[in-house]
């Protein structure tokens, strides 16, 4: 843990629930942002509620912290944790070939699915009392075909793929880091040379994706994400930008 950064705690459990509800539980007694770590997940789940299949072995983290931003600067951090999971990805692996960013907020490797982020937040009267980026990477199992939903990206571990083997408490000590990194920049400079760094690391940019939404599903060319995080699409009936949605290529 030699470069382990200043100012993040860091606690690894042997068993829990899952590391976003450990977060909202010991966030009222943190005095900064800090990195919790399971071995072993009882109940993982990802985005919408979704089941989170959690092998032992591959990597169950979240970073809690108390914001001050607004709510929607505050969910901009998405995109911090994609740029530090992609850095730390190349470290583990040893090159940059082959891993990429999906919209909004999963890391691919060879174009299948290595690692996704979840992002929960609590508080009230437009302010947040703490906020959770949960990140899950298949580091030595990925998920079968029938745990994912149809049409998705199939994914993969790091094991099969890369041919690497890395201990979850190996992928922190290379990921926290990479993330106070890209949260000093984020918090001097802002959203806009994180948005270039992601933008240049981006999955289909220029092609034809499409990105389901709980209610419609759009088809267009991925043009860009725009200064507020959202994709923005090039469709036949014009342009639109997205907040929220399931990509799909």
């Known amino acids: 843990m030699m470069n382990w950064p200043e100012g993040y705690g860091r606690r690894v459990l042997a068993r829990v629930d899952s590391t976003n509800a450990e977060a909202a539980r010991i966030a009222p007694t943190l005095a900064g942002p800090e990195w919790i770590l399971a071995l072993e997940q009882t109940a993982a789940r990802g985005r919408r509620g979704r ?23 505050v969910a901009l951090r998405s995109f911090v944790a994609s740029l ?17 960013l ?40 990925a998920p079968g075909a029938g745990e994912v939903e ?8 790091l094991l099969s793929e890369a041919g690497v083997m890395v201990t979850p408490e190996e992928f922190l000590d290379l990921l926290a880091p990479a993330y ?22 981006a999955a289909k940019l220029g ?30 009936h014009g342009r639109i930008a997205i907040p929220a949605a399931d990509v799909f290529f």
């Open 51 to 73: 089941a989170w299949a959690n092998p032992v072995g591959n990597f169950a983290a979240t970073l809690v912290m108390r914001p001050t931003e607004s709510p929607d600067q």
């Open 207 to 236: 092609e034809v994706i499409t990105a389901r939404t709980t209610r419609d599903s759009h088809e267009g060319t991925f043009e860009t994400v725009d200064a507020t995080g959202n994709l923005v699409l090039s469709t036949a």
């Open 180 to 201: 106070a990194r890209y949260e000093t920049q984020f918090v001097t400079y802002g959203f806009a040379p994180i948005r270039e760094a992601w933008l240049a690391r």
């Open 84 to 100: 530090a999971l992609f850095d730390a990805v190349v470290d583990a692996t040893g090159r940059a070939a082959g891993v990429s």
């Open 150 to 157: 149809p049409g998705a990206v199939r994914p993969v571990s």
């Open 102 to 141: 999906k919209w909004p907020n999963d890391v691919l490797l060879n174009g299948r699915k290595l690692a996704g982020i979840l992002l929960e937040s609590a508080g009230s009267g437009g302010g947040l009392s703490h906020f959770a980026i949960g990140i899950g990477v298949n580091l030595r199992e």
